[in-house]
């Protein structure tokens, strides 16, 4: 090395080690220190080491997705000393994480930091319950704390970066993604969204117990044809704006630092070339300052999907469309300088790509301290603490939906009743964990069992039968899962246990395996022998409370009708099993809510509260010339919005400030809710719209705003909205986001087809 180049190198590193400002979260505002740094950094970049910042790597030894062809550990090594590798993904932890670094640090000519990205989608270690789960509780501050807590466990793990907040709107249970979301609604979509980017990316990015976001997946990945993963998409630019992007867009505003593109395409363009997305929307009229990643080899799949003739074609329409960096797909580093070269791609387009991802890791403060997030000794005492467990307890209680509760069979007697509890998952410590689990420490979930067990004042008023085996062979990437239909071994055991009890606990629903990345499914019912024991039980016993434990909306019509109560308790985490205690015990009063509809079958699907009037809507009466079907009702068995309380609320006096609003006003309204129960309660108010003319077709309800309040028995409060121009917006006919004059229809109520009813117009 000559003396000259040492000097500039040493200089380099004093001028980066000076602390960055704070950076301010938003999007909009560029801080000028550090886009001189940038511009010091890009002068001295050769193309080579340029590509290598807009290239990323799995580990080896961790992979979320198909295992690269030819890519062996010496070329990856061999890459992150020359330069060539700018993020890695997949590894993880306080060493390992140094130790790449170190590799970067020592070796590559300008020393440029990598980034480390990890999927840390419902926690590090300490389990939350999966994201639609935590939809359910109607409390964005709630994500906002668990995405905190994964935060501050992920960067004491040596990482920088999570691919999360997922925030694909979803309207198909088939697809087993709709776990990983907030669920069909883009209002609250859009809530959670900004609340998981805020927790996750705190105050201040360059602290060392925050890490940048990655809002994903760009964009309309929810809305794959049958819900078939990465199937193709077709929607219009109405629905895309009105629908899909708005949560997207909150995330954005929130200050998520990244993006990562969607698997599918839209309309013939893969997302991951579409500039429309990317350059017009997101860096356009968002003014967004991140970097995009692409999806696991998106950008080497533009060939399968045959829009690139060969990997130099997928790295030019990448580049050029505004996907920034190239996860796994192996395009970008054998081509873009050749690309540059030949005058296909601008060298400028290069450069702003390199700036985007140089800007996130000055953000981060990686400039100042590489080995800032890799701590050993945090590692060992931020992971997993108590107090973190709290929080996923409370997290797991919260996102408990009471669906039936017939006769008041709930809440449990912690002593004098007789409880059977039966089930393999009543036992099982390792499905509550979900499907992306990080971290996780295999079978460390408290289990319904245990939590029951905590709970109870005498154990042996409680007794286990673990029924027929549910799944046979389950491995994590083994697919598909082989239910077992044939043994039915258990059985017998668990309706004699069930005969002789006062009530019944009957754990059901999904292996954490069944949802998540590549789990779609044609059938939502109760899988294996499920649904045979739940009769069996049924027939012997009639105080039966199913306790469902899934990932997705699933098909309960059978269960709806016959058994008495039903808690749907989804994936819930590390402390699912006391979670769910609190509630069956009475000791928490459930508040929850669904995030999405329950179909009454899987032919319903797509099937959406919100969903357009068509120009022959269903009154009701099935009429032959009807939108309808002729076998089943168009309603959700069970509706967005809904949820049950040990207590019950009554609305009354929904009151608007005015009738008639004019454009720039705001409409005040207020409604009276009362605890009519016995006990303490919590209810989430909901507000709704209808827009009843407009340029363009609008949904048939649109949920606006809502509040959880909490009511002691016999308690009444008064609840007041505000709505103004802007929450009355949406793309019209002339593609623009404008409230149109007219009449409105206005409910606010339990749910979203309960409720007090008025209209106001606006002028
Ligand atoms: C593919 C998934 O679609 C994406 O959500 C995830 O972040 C990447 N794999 C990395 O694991």
Known sequence: MTRKLLLLI????????????SVSNSNSQLNPEIETKISDLLSQMTL??????????????????????????????????????????????????????TLALENSRLKIPMIFGYDVIHGYQTMFPIPLAEASSWEPELARRSSRVAAIESAAAGLHWTFAPMVDVSRDARWGRVMEGSGEDPYLGSLFAAARVKGFQGDDLSANNTIAACVKHFAAYGFIEAGRDYNTVDISENTLRNVILPPFKAAADAGAVTF???????????????????????????????????????????????????TKDAAKLAIKAGSDMDMEGYCFVPNLKTLVEEKAVDLSLIDDAVRRVLRVKFQLGLFD?????????????????????????????????????????LPLRKEGQKIALIGELAADKDVPLGSWRAKAITSSAISLLEGMQHAMASPTDLIFAKGPVFISGQSKFNLPLEFNTTDRTGIAEAVKVARNADVVVLAL?????????????????????QQELLEAICAVNKNVV?????????DLSWMAENVPSIVEAWHLGSESGNGIADVLFGDYNPAGKLPVSFPRNVGQLPLYYNHKSTGRPNNGDNNVFSSHFTDASNDALFPFGYGLSYTTFAYSDLKLSSSEISKGEKVQVSVTVKNTGLVAGQEVVQLYIRDLVGSTTRPVKELKAFEKISLEAGGSQVVNFELTENDLAFWGADNQFRAESGDFNLWVGPNSVEGLKTSFKLK
């Open 10 to 21: 040493v200089l380099g590193y004093a001028l980066f080690s000076c602390k960055p400002e």
């Open 260 to 310: 990562m593109n969607a698997f599918n395409e839209i309309g013939g363009t893969p997302s991951t070339i579409n500039t429309h997305l990317l350059r017009d929307i997101l860096k356009g009229e968002w003014g967004f300052n991140g970097f995009v990643v692409s999806d696991w080899n998106s950008i080497g799949e533009l060939l399968i999907h045959g829009v690139a003739a060969d």
């Open 546 to 554: 199913v306790v469902l434990m899934n990932g997705r909306p699933l």
């Open 369 to 409: 301290d590489p080995y800032k997030y890799c701590d050993e000794n945090k590692e060992k005492t931020l992971i997993l603490t108590p107090e973190n467990l709290q929080i996923a307890r409370e997290a797991a209680r919260k996102s408990i939906v009471l669906l039936k509760n017939e006769g008041r069979l």
């Open 48 to 101: 080579d080491e340029k590509m290598g910042q807009l290239n990323q790597y799995t580990s080896q030894w961790e992979m979320t997705g198909p295992a690269p062809q030819g890519a062996s550990q010496q070329h990856l090594l061999d890459q992150i000393k020359s330069g060539l590798v700018g993020s890695m993904l997949n590894v993880t932890g306080a060493e390992a994480t140094r130790k790449t670094q």
């Open 509 to 529: 629903g999904e292996n954490c395996f069944q949802t998540g990345e590549g789990r779609s499914q044609t059938d939502i019912k109760l899988k294996g022998l």
